[in-house]
């Protein structure tokens, strides 16, 4: 996850596994190709120092063995990335089993930006995501504050977006949670939220493209999502108002 306001946060979320599935190499290998001269050669110990991994990939699969993505770092810290994955033991939706999720950080620079939707794209199928989503730290904050913490407190998002529904109170996995900068929604997710209508859709499909599993990655705004930017807190609206089904706000 995003821990500074200088990085691209990407989160993707999918079916949990019994064992590797050949899913956690698939998504290091993945991003490596995605983001030229990027190697996830490295893991911190618990005191937080560097180790250098001269077999990365034998050690990421015996690590992954048991259904996680160990973290990996690129020993970069002019354009820092890093990776992990792990099972949730929290269902997506109303009486859904746990999950596997996977949280990856890029720079927030020109580097990071322009290969963010490739990056998104390569986790996101690597892992055969649900959905994902690719947001710059400070908006992601703010969006994250879209949904209720607890069902006792009435939820209070900011700057007059809409408020999204708990996880289990969403009727499927495919659902979406939320809107991010890029948005992957898997062939399923798609479906599941109503994307694409030609005739509702053209702006969206305009920065859309397809995957190769027959998903989208879907950008919102042309720019790195800045809620500061009335016309981007326009355009999340906008997506909001499009998509009811995201957060579980659509009628049942």
């Known amino acids: 996850m995003a821990s500074n306001q200088n990085e691209l946060g990407i989160i993707v979320y999918a079916p949990a596994f019994l064992r590797d599935e050949g899913r956690v190499l698939t998504i290091v290998h993945g991003m490596e190709r995605a983001l030229p001269g990027l190697y996830l050669g490295w893991t911190t110990s618990e005191k937080e120092d560097l180790i250098a991994l001269p077999h990365r990939d034998e050690w990421v699969a015996a690590n992954g063995a048991t259904g996680g993505l160990p973290f990996l770092c690129n020993n970069d810290d002019n354009q820092p990335v890093t990776v ?23 720079p927030l620079d020109a ?27 400070n908006a992601g ?15 209070n998002p900011p700057r007059g977006l809409p408020a999204l529904k708990l996880p289990d109170t969403i009727r499927s996995p495919e659902i979406p949670h939320r809107l991010g900068w890029l948005n ?3 062939a399923a997710a798609a479906r599941a939220i109503g994307f694409p209508d030609p005739a509702r859709d053209a702006d969206l499909l305009s920065r859309a493209r397809r995957t190769a599993t027959g998903g989208w990655v879907v950008q919102l705004t042309d720019a790195p999502l800045d809620l500061d930017n009335p016309a981007h807190l326009d355009a999340l609206k906008r997506a909001y108002e499009r998509f009811p089904e995201i957060g579980g706000r659509a009628a049942p």
Request: cysteine-free.
């Open 141 to 155: 904050v703010e969006i994250a504050e879209q949904t209720s913490p607890t069902l006792q407190r009435p939820p």
């Open 84 to 106: 992990a994955g792990w099972e949730n033991p929290n269902g997506l939706a109303a009486g859904s089993p746990p999950h596997f999720e996977v949280h990856a950080d890029l």
């Open 111 to 137: 580097t990071g930006i322009a290969a963010a939707a490739d990056v998104l794209e390569a986790v996101a199928e690597g892992a055969r995501a649900f959905w994902g989503h690719a947001t710059p730290f």
């Open 184 to 186: 992957y929604w898997s």
